[in-house]
């Protein structure tokens, strides 16, 4: 038996010392392969609680989940009150100063800095996000869908307030996985430049990153509804397919992609002027502009000879983002794809990439008519504006992100969802 030297010994004690105590001041090094409870105890101090001293700790998330009557009428009727609105704004400012400091930022914002299991280190993600106003709902979007093994590219329009860019670009700085597109651009609502903006970042994804496996485009008023394991698990659950909405075009929306419409006094409007048919007899299927897709698929939109002449024939129809994404869906020879018979149409309800209340389709609880219940929040272009009242309706559907949410209008319905999509993540989402 080989005897150590007294000075090795002392050596080996201090090594042993230094090491307990890294492990202690840095819980995020532990081993990332599986769960344990140890696992587990180390990140509890990620979790949102009432001692981080944000203004919406006084609500009851678990009862206002469940539906209970009184702490959704208390939730109200905080928000409406004009000094709970002051405190939970935050400025932009604030997060170009805050980001002076990336470690103690990410820090203090809790953002979770290691993969929380091997099933998510081996499956990453892309995400695609454009933006153009609010902030603090990018920040905390970002923050709710953050994982380290993913990668994010983000879009602000070129149209925004300096402030806005000046935020968000400080945000990206502070992550080696969060990049601004390469090439921004003006969007303008209902135009063409919706999609290219996607697009953009999609090119930057693709050639940036070999590694992921599936790609989300999001808006910044957008949030999940699933943690990044249940992610993972629905998106290895499609077996290479893609998941978006794409079905046969209502008659009130064809003259989006029959007649030519131009740009005119900074809005796009529709003319007489008749459109050529489309490329290669495509059929124009409709859809809407968010989409959960394959590597294959992203490889198509940038690769595939046909896709430039549909994306030429495309720059003159009305919100093309409603069906360029669906049309490819259904082309021969894409990843993924489906065929184009009607037995294939798909709706927005039964694919996962968003769930919207559409005002349209509204209506009070047990109606047959209606097809999800009455919005709780307030409607924007038709669509639900979520308030605190839809969580416990939202949180029970299958779709991976819902659309829209406004912290500015209802920050408690933000609030609750991120602690409890937190706490889920946390606790391994099984």
Same mark, same amino acid.
């Given at each position: 038996m080989r005897l150590v030297h007294r000075g090795q010994l002392q050596l080996l004690l201090t090594l042993s010392v230094v090491l307990v105590s890294l492990w202690m001041l840095y819980p995020l090094s532990c081993p990332r392969r599986g769960w344990s409870p140890t696992y587990s105890l180390s990140n509890s101090w990620l979790e949102y609680t009432d001692d981080d001293g944000v203004p919406e700790k006084v609500c009851n998330?678990?009862?206002? #989940?469940?539906? $209970?009557? @009184?702490?959704?009428?208390? *939730?109200? /009727?905080?928000?409406?009150?004009?000094?709970? &609105?002051?405190?939970?704004?935050?400025?932009?400012?604030?997060?170009?100063?805050?980001?002076?400091?990336?470690?103690?930022?990410?820090?203090?914002?809790?953002?979770?800095?290691?993969? #929380?299991?091997? $099933?998510? @280190?081996?499956?990453?993600? *892309?995400? /695609?996000?454009?933006?153009?106003?609010?902030? &603090?709902?990018?920040?905390?979007?970002?923050?709710?869908?953050?994982?380290?093994?993913?990668?994010?590219?983000?879009?602000?329009?070129?149209?925004?307030?300096?402030?806005?860019?000046?935020?968000?670009?400080?945000?990206?700085?502070?992550?080696?996985?969060?990049?601004?597109?390469?090439?921004?651009?003006?969007?303008?609502?209902?135009?063409?430049?919706?999609?290219?903006?996607?697009?953009?970042?999609?090119?930057?994804?693709?050639?940036?990153?070999?590694?992921?496996?599936?790609?989300?485009?999001?808006?910044?008023?957008?949030?999940?509804?699933?943690?990044?394991?249940?992610?993972?698990?629905?998106?290895?659950?499609?077996?290479?397919?893609?998941?978006?909405?794409s079905e046969q075009t209502p008659d009130d929306k064809k003259s989006r992609v029959t007649n030519v419409h131009e740009i005119i006094d900074g809005k796009i409007q529709e003319t007489s002027k008749k459109k050529r048919p489309p490329p290669f007899n495509l059929p124009i299927l409709a859809g809407n502009a968010y989409i959960v897709v394959s590597r294959g698929y992203i490889r198509s939109v940038l690769e595939d000879n046909r896709i430039p002449a549909l994306i030429e024939w495309s720059k003159d129809t009305y919100a093309a983002e409603e069906f360029f994404w669906a049309t490819i869906q259904r082309m021969p020879g894409v990843p993924g794809s489906t065929w184009p018979n009607r037995k294939y149409d798909v709706t927005d309800l039964n694919a996962i990439a968003r769930l919207v209340k559409w005002e349209a389709h509204e209506g009070p609880q047990g109606s047959l008519q209606s097809v999800y219940t009455e919005c709780h929040g307030h409607h924007v272009r038709g669509i639900c504006v979520y308030g605190a009242g839809d969580l416990q309706w939202m949180v029970e559907q299958h779709h991976l992100f819902a659309n829209k949410f406004d912290i500015d209008r209802d920050p408690i319905a933000v609030y609750c969802l991120e602690k409890y999509l937190r706490h889920k993540a946390l606790a391994g989402a099984d």
């Open positions: 998330c678990s009862a206002i #989940l469940q539906g $209970e009557r @009184e702490a959704l009428d208390q *939730a109200k /009727s905080l928000i409406i009150t004009e000094d709970f &609105q002051k405190s939970v704004r935050i400025p932009d400012e604030y997060y170009i100063n805050a980001t002076q400091d990336c470690s103690e930022f990410r820090l203090r914002r809790k953002y979770l800095m290691s993969p #929380l299991s091997q $099933e998510e @280190e081996d499956f990453p993600l *892309a995400y /695609s996000i454009v933006v153009h106003q609010k902030v &603090q709902n990018f920040e905390r979007l970002l923050r709710a869908i953050y994982a380290p093994q993913n990668i994010y590219c983000v879009h602000v329009d070129k149209k925004s307030d300096v402030s806005v860019f000046a935020a968000i670009q400080a945000i990206t700085s502070c992550f080696p996985n969060v990049f601004m597109v390469s090439k921004p651009l003006s969007v303008v609502y209902g135009h063409w430049s919706r999609v290219q903006a996607d697009i953009n970042c999609m090119a930057d994804l693709y050639n940036i990153s070999t590694e992921w496996k599936y790609l989300m485009n999001l808006c910044g008023q957008d949030f999940p509804l699933k943690t990044n394991l249940e992610i993972v698990r629905m998106l290895r659950s499609l077996r290479g397919g893609n998941s978006m909405q």
